[in-house]
């Protein structure tokens, strides 16, 4: 074999493939644009509900910075500890109040999730850490002083209080809707935007109740299986054909809980706001002589409260209410119920 021949069956060893670090600069930048058209694209597909809260809170970034000479894309631990320090000050949800502890938090998160998404700000891992352990220092504080801000965590709505509530529904179009709305909106634990986005055709009948179409949800959308109650007067599956047929929706894709005219109560052709989901529930509250004051998120966290006290899984109750499995604010409803279930004292006093 001559040396050009044994040079040819040589095996030839492939360059190595140039890092992105090395490309050059026009490679950079495209691929630049590759990575923020994708987070872009993933970020217009959330729900509308989170994307006018983001921009909400982008707005109240902005007038922070335009206060405090801020640039504007200046996201850092530094400005963001300035940023919680100024809404500290800020007028509150109602006169004479300040900006709620929780309010600023998502105020935080929304700054930073719209840096990085909206205007393809590089913010360092953790750049939110030390404005949360901040926000801390100023709660305790807080408390310290006997200050209180905000609403409050919403009251939970029981099984007695729907009983009260169905009682004092009158009987016409609107005591027959407000009654279906409170009661499936606790079945399926929902949050108010997801019952304002429901179609006649979200609710499937099935031979063991409805089958819930939750499609429109701020976490994930979910099938909840709404079994018949065994109370017919709080059964919601019961409670939902009646408003059905009291209506006579025409179409399927027509909104499941609609309007009435606040003059004549008849049937209008829109469909609630997630807002008048929830004085819809203030309203049975008020109607049934309670004095706790719901809100419309008082039958989401009532239907956990219940469900845990008759010894269902945390599994089971996430799933029915769509709950991130590792969500602080459904642990914390548990943990009322677990309390006295799982106590220290039991068995030694």
Known sequence: MTESQKAAKAVVTPAAPARPEECDAATRASLD???????????????????????????????????????????????????????????????????????????????????????????EEGVARLVRNRLRQLVKEMEANGETRGRGQAPPLLVDHLVRISAACPDNLMGIRDRALVLMHFAVAGREHELAANRVRDYADNPGGIQADMRVSKIRPRVVPV???????????????????AAGPDDPDDFAWRRLHSRWHTVMEGGLQPESIGDVITRAGVRAGIEIRFSGHSPRRGLATSSRLKGHDQIVIAKQGGWAPHSKVFAGY??????????????VL
Not at 57 to 71: E, I, L, N, R, T
Request: charged share 20%; glycine share 6%; aromatic share 10%.
């Open 33 to 123: 644009h590759i990575d923020h058209q994708a987070v872009r694209a993933v970020a217009d597909c959330r729900p509308e509900r989170t994307r006018k809260g983001y921009a909400q809170d982008w707005a109240s970034w902005s007038k922070f910075c335009a206060d405090s000479g801020v640039p504007l894309l200046a996201v850092a631990p530094g400005t963001l500890v300035m940023f919680v320090e100024w809404l500290w000050t800020q007028p509150g949800w109602k006169k004479d109040t300040f900006t709620a502890p929780s309010t600023i938090d998502r105020r935080i998160s929304g700054t930073v999730v719209s840096a990085r998404t909206e205007h393809g700000v590089k913010l």
């Open 334 to 347: 548990l943990e009322v119920v677990d309390q006295w279930e799982d106590n220290a004292l039991t068995g």
């Open 227 to 245: 079994p018949y109650g065994t109370c017919p007067s709080i059964c919601p599956v019961c409670a939902w054909q009646t408003w059905k047929d």
